[in-house]
């Protein structure tokens, strides 16, 4: 494991998530967060101002506008935005508010537009954003600058590998020095292309949950839970041929890790069991499928080598990039990202993805894939919820119950994980460290 | 139920409502294997995407896109007391109406229906699923079966009624 990094200590030997809501004993060695964060207003205020209007946030992938003037409405760190690209094809993310009095000025999920135009007062702007035209504009009085009325840009737009990310905050790093070590595995992820790109699959997921946002945080990369909350997921393997008995000392059937990505993010690392579509064979996909993931491996290995080959096609990975964007490449690719509503409601927005290479065939099984764990249909993802429903649920008495716990791994010195806490305490102590450095 | 294997028979509408009412009447109960009596053995079952509800699922993420090795498989999870999100099961009612013949061909009958399904869980709101039945029914000795089932929801996203862990 050479991407191993620490993720117990701090560096400082205190603990650097300490704070009113974050307290981590490195004495005792216990890590504690305050249920609070869970049920507050005020907290939740405090994340928009500290966390979503200062850290780099997924807003889409380039292949979602594919072509000029293409474009996707979708909500951002609460604001509406208009994901598109423009007539030259360079890819935009503008606020949807008219300049003129505030309405939308594009009401469609997605499309190609020559323009976006305001039912209101007709006011219209060109898809990179620039006033088109403005009705009975001899009324307006001399010098009024219709070069400054375009749409407003999100401040901040940059991508990685095709991953497009806003930040909210004109004075934020630049994008790829955020990112850090997720770079790494969001390249395990995009290596799957033979030509390196890969694609949004046609088909979105979006679902509430009833629940704080940071849960889905965890809820993500937590493979602890594996056992207890995706047992009928394990006996659909298990019935299907795959073997799924935990390895000897541990609880899932390969030992895995826990990662410090940095900045806050973090992933899971784990030896492959449960097939992947690049690409590794499981009795799930049906005899027929076998020389097809063979030749898929084939191409692997002549472009990147056998140890490269086998880190893409034999390991999986959930990754979090901080705050809110999940990429799960597991039995199948999902992106997921995920904004609160309230402190108890959150609404999510996961899509698959694959290579833009892949046949038919290819894409079929890997869209089945998907579906026997992933989604609001799957066999482990509503299970998932309703763990996450229930403790919020159990946070209602967060005065009488105030702590939750997340030790686990902390006295081991060593190696965290996957089954452990040292990867979501990287998420708490970011959490903590910005929230407590708020105003 | 003497009818003959035919596959151009016309079958009426009364008969394909008593199908649908009689479908409904299992799921709503919970009787799970009674309900998986009634597909066909090479049966499938379709929840697709709220944003694509015509979509190809080879080609498009589908809720739910089971064939009928996976719908088994669905039906031993959601009888298995860790089906968490189903456990203790839903108390839900079915709704189904507009039902319509909309063609026979190759022996299968496609029937369209209208449905409306109010599911309850203890301490949660109501939950609405509405939407439009798009099966195929195929005439057997045993009577009608469910060759294809696709349920199709008209709400633009899933959001509040949140997971489809229970048979729409």
Redesign the interface.
């Known amino acids: 494991m050479t991407e191993y990094r620490q993720g117990n200590g701090s560096g400082n030997g205190h603990g650097s998530g300490n704070g009113r809501f974050v307290v981590e004993d490195l004495e005792n060695l216990t890590f504690s967060v305050n249920r609070k964060v869970f049920v507050s207003d005020d907290v939740l205020e405090g994340e928009h101002r500290a966390i979503f209007d200062k850290c780099w946030v997924y807003v889409g992938h380039a292949s979602e506008v594919k072509n000029p003037n293409d474009f996707r409405t979708r909500q951002v760190a609460g604001r509406p935005v208009i994901f598109c690209r423009d007539r030259t094809g360079t890819v935009r993310a503008l606020i949807n508010s008219c300049r003129h009095r505030g309405a939308l000025v594009c009401r469609e999920?997605?499309g190609n537009a020559r323009q976006f135009y305001c039912i209101y007062h007709g006011w219209s702007y060109n898809t990179d954003g620039s006033l088109k035209g403005i009705p009975g504009d001899d009324a307006y009085p001399p010098g009024y600058d219709k070069t400054k009325k375009g749409l407003v840009p999100v401040p901040r737009l940059e991508h990685y590998k095709d991953f497009y990310f806003v930040n909210f905050d004109h004075d934020a790093p630049d994008l790829h020095t955020y990112l850090a070590g997720a770079k790494d595995y969001i390249d395990l992820i995009v290596d799957q292309s033979p030509s390196g790109r890969m694609e949004i699959?046609?088909?979105?997921?979006?679902?509430?949950?009833?629940a704080n946002w940071k849960l889905l945080v965890e809820n993500s990369v937590d493979d602890y839970h594996l056992v207890t909350?995706h047992?009928?997921?394990l006996?659909?393997m298990r019935?299907?041929g795959v073997n799924v008995s935990p390895a000897k000392g541990h609880m899932l059937p390969t030992k895995g890790f826990g990662l410090d990505l940095g900045n806050g993010h973090l992933t899971t690392d784990n030896p492959n069991y449960r097939g992947r579509p690049v690409a590794k064979w499981i009795a799930v996909y049906g005899e027929e499928a076998k020389a097809d993931i063979d030749a898929i491996r084939k191409e692997l290995v002549e472009r990147l080598g056998e140890a490269r080959a086998a880190r893409v096609a034999d390991t999986n990975r959930n990754l979090c990039v901080f705050p809110n964007l999940v990429i799960n490449d597991g039995s199948s690719v999902t992106v997921r990202n995920f904004f609160p509503v309230s402190p108890g409601h959150m609404?999510v927005t996961a899509?698959?993805l694959g290579p833009v290479e892949e046949t038919?065939a290819q894409?079929?099984r890997r869209?089945?894939a998907?579906?026997?764990f992933y989604?609001?249909?799957g066999?482990a993802?509503?299970?998932d919820?309703?763990?996450l429903e229930l403790a919020q649920?159990g946070f209602a008495a967060w005065r009488e119950v105030p702590w939750s716990d997340l030790s686990r791994g902390m006295g081991s010195s060593q190696e965290q994980l996957a089954t452990d806490e040292g990867h979501l305490r990287v998420f708490w102590r970011k959490w903590s460290e910005l929230m407590e450095a708020r105003p | 139920m003497n009818q003959p294997l035919d596959p151009g028979a016309i079958v009426t509408r009364a008969e394909v409502e008593d199908f649908l009412y009689h479908e409904a009447a299992l799921l709503d109960d919970w009787k799970l294997d009674d309900w998986l009596a009634l597909l066909t053995d090479d049966a499938s079952y379709y929840?697709?995407?709220?944003?694509?509800p015509d979509?190809d699922?080879?080609?498009?993420?589908?809720?739910?896109?089971?064939d009928i090795?996976?719908l088994r498989?669905?039906i031993?999870?959601l009888k298995?007391p860790?089906?968490?999100?189903?456990y203790p099961p839903s108390r839900t009612r079915r709704m189904i109406s507009n039902v319509r013949i909309t063609g026979v061909e190759d022996g299968l009958i496609s029937v369209a229906a209208n449905f409306a399904i109010f599911r309850h869980r203890r301490?949660?709101p109501v939950r609405e699923f509405v939407g439009r039945y798009r099966h195929k029914l195929k005439r057997t000795d045993a009577g009608l079966k469910i060759h294809e089932r696709r349920a199709i929801l008209d709400a633009?996203?899933?959001?509040?009624?949140?997971?489809?862990?229970f048979l729409l």
């Not at chain 2, 699922?57 to 089971?66: G, I, N, Q």
Request: charged fraction near 30%.
């Open positions: 999920r997605e699959i046609s088909g979105v997921q979006e679902y509430d949950i009833k909350t047992s009928t997921w006996n659909y019935n299907s609404r899509w698959a038919e894409r079929a869209l089945h998907f579906l026997t989604g609001p249909g066999f993802t509503p299970d919820v309703a763990a649920q | 929840v697709p995407p709220n944003d694509k979509a699922h080879r080609f498009t993420l589908f809720t739910v896109a089971d090795v996976r498989e669905r031993i999870r298995d860790n089906c968490h999100a189903e301490n949660e633009e996203e899933l959001g509040r009624m949140g997971s489809v862990s």
